[in-house]
């Protein structure tokens, strides 16, 4: 069976951290940005950026402390500006809907990888894989998104290799670090995708990575 290589298909459910704020102009239309707090059932929360177009806005409005649900792609953007993160990930939305209810984060990926996996140790000894995955946009464009897996998943991922394909299921989330600049300590977010399930893809129509 012919893999689909336009896979990107994230569904949200949680809390607006705090009212949109104006992101970019494209083609005419407004964008704006807010934080989406998402909570794991660890108590935990993740919390990420959502990009909406100011028509979906306009029939949803948001502030501070709304429920909503969002159902979208995740997208990388390359920051040339020199401040902040080199590789901005985020939400883009297609719908965005009211919604009560218990909080919610999956997602679905088939892309290639682009940069061979690293596996490493934690230091209490649990295994973890960092991988770059390159996921088509329609119309000739790619996302580059960083994924990482855990345990007997993560072995897995440790024996694949650049221009393999895989179809991921997961979640999309945030971890917070530290990063020491000219001796100072400071706290960063990271966003990243939670790898649950993956398997390998067809060969068929692959993109190049």
Request: charge should be neutral; hydrophobic fraction near 40%.
């Amino acid at each position: 069976m012919q893999t689909d290589w336009n896979v990107n298909r994230a569904v949200l459910r949680g809390t607006a951290a705090a009212a949109p704020v104006v992101s970019h102009e494209n083609h005419g239309m407004i964008y704006w940005t807010f934080p989406l707090a998402v909570l794991r059932l660890s108590g935990s929360e993740d919390r990420v950026n959502v990009i909406v177009s100011g028509e979906l806005l306009s029939d949803c409005p948001v502030g501070e402390g709304t429920c909503v649900e969002v159902e979208g792609e995740v997208r990388s953007f390359n920051n040339k500006s020199g401040k902040g993160s080199r590789l901005v990930i985020s939400l883009y939305a297609r719908t965005l809907v009211r919604a009560e209810g218990e909080h919610l984060n999956t997602l679905e990926l088939v892309g290639v990888l682009c940069k061979p996996p690293i596996l490493r140790h934690t230091p209490l000894g649990r295994e973890i894989c960092d991988l770059m995955l390159a996921v088509n946009r329609r119309y000739g464009r790619a996302d580059y998104l960083p994924c990482i897996a855990w345990g007997a998943l993560a072995q897995r991922c440790g024996a694949l290799g650049v221009g393999d394909a895989v179809h991921i299921e997961g979640r999309f989330q945030s971890r917070k670090y530290t990063k020491v600049f000219d001796g100072e300590s400071v706290e960063k977010t990271a966003y990243e995708i939670s790898v649950m399930k993956l398997e390998q893809a067809g060969e068929e129509g692959k993109p190049s990575a």
